[in-house]
């Protein structure tokens, strides 16, 4: 069994932002290169260490990131920022490197179902062409990273074993993956799953370093997050604003909100090196490029610590 350290207080956790591509990859208003250039440069001056800047898949099929190669030559690259930027297949795989990602991202589902339906293959069929890209990043000397989306559950199929999640993380290690993501593509994670995939993935891979992905489609993102910090988890990915969501799930909604998740990591005392009043300017604006309001709630409440003039709010009467 998995050893089990929980993540307190003085310990850091690394903060994925997904805004710029799995935040407004469903869109429908196309959002300008040059805005996406420019939140992207704006998460990097605010401390965020990896960023998935966006993805090198068919224009056909998500139009919005038909810019990503632009996009990757507009960035301003930094050190401590790493870029990644997600790949379906080898020809992606070369774009990528091509446009001098940091990290590739591969995905894949891990019911049979939803794999079809997001990127029309198998699992096996997925997990084969990973191969061809593992040896191009690698000839590239770049480091692959792999998502299993619907690692809580399917909309079509229900429940997925955790032995199938487990399976494919483990493909992922013998590729020579850095890492994976528990895609929580549905939003059907529960602190018990979360415990349970943790522990046995942690079993079957424990070279690959965990990451995990909730959407708050059922309203309990944070409290998964609560769960993978009891279990020693320290990465976790999120949007700004909480934009984002599957195009190829029924009614799904966004991601958990990025600036709600560092409240609640710098209200427990960890450290993210992420400076949030940024991030929350940062999604007020967004809301101004996507012309409408977003789910996220920090940045409109304001920190617990905000300070309001009593004039400012009217007195009872009675």
């Known amino acids: 069994m998995a050893e089990v350290s929980p993540i307190t207080a003085g310990h850091r956790v690394e903060v994925t932002e997904v805004g710029p591509r799995d935040g407004i990859q469903a869109d429908a208003t196309f959002v300008p290169t040059e805005h996406k250039i420019a939140l992207i440069n704006r998460l990097t001056e605010a401390g965020v ?17 038909a810019d990503a190669a632009e996009v990757m030559k507009g960035v301003k690259r930094s050190k401590s920022t790493v870029l990644a930027a997600l790949v379906p297949n080898a020809r992606g795989a070369i774009r990528a490197a091509e446009a001098g990602v940091d990290q590739i991202v591969v995905f894949m589902s891990a019911s049979e179902s939803h794999n079809l339906k997001n990127v029309n293959c198998t699992v096996a069929e997925s997990l084969k062409a990973f191969e061809d890209v593992a040896k191009i990043a690698h000839d590239s000397g770049i480091p692959v990273h792999g998502a299993i989306a619907t690692s809580f559950g399917c909309p079509f199929e229900g429940d997925v ?54 959407h708050n489609t059922r ?77 996220g709630q920090i940045m409109k409440a304001g920190l617990r610590l905000d300070l309001h003039p009593m004039e400012s709010v009217r007195t009872a009467v009675g």
């Open 49 to 65: 260490p990896r960023i998935e800047a966006t993805s090198f898949v068919s224009p056909r099929a998500v139009p919005q990131l």
């Open 219 to 295: 309203g309990i993102g944070l409290a998964n997050v609560m769960a993978g910090l009891a279990v020693g988890v320290d990465r976790y990915e999120s949007s700004i604003g909480g934009t984002g969501g599957c195009p190829f799930v029924p009614k799904a909604t966004g991601n958990i909100c990025t600036e709600d998740l560092l409240y609640l990591l710098h209200e427990m005392g960890i450290e993210t090196g992420i400076d949030l009043r940024k991030l929350m300017g940062m999604a007020s604006d967004m809301q101004s490029v996507l012309g409408r309001e977003l789910p």
């Open 161 to 214: 074993p955790v032995a199938q999640v487990a399976r494919i993380a483990r493909a992922y290690q013998d590729m020579g993956f850095v890492g994976m993501s528990f895609g929580d593509t549905t939003g059907m994670a529960t602190p018990p799953l979360v415990k349970e995939r943790v522990l046995a993935v942690r079993d079957a891979a424990p070279r690959l370093s965990q990451v995990l992905h909730f």
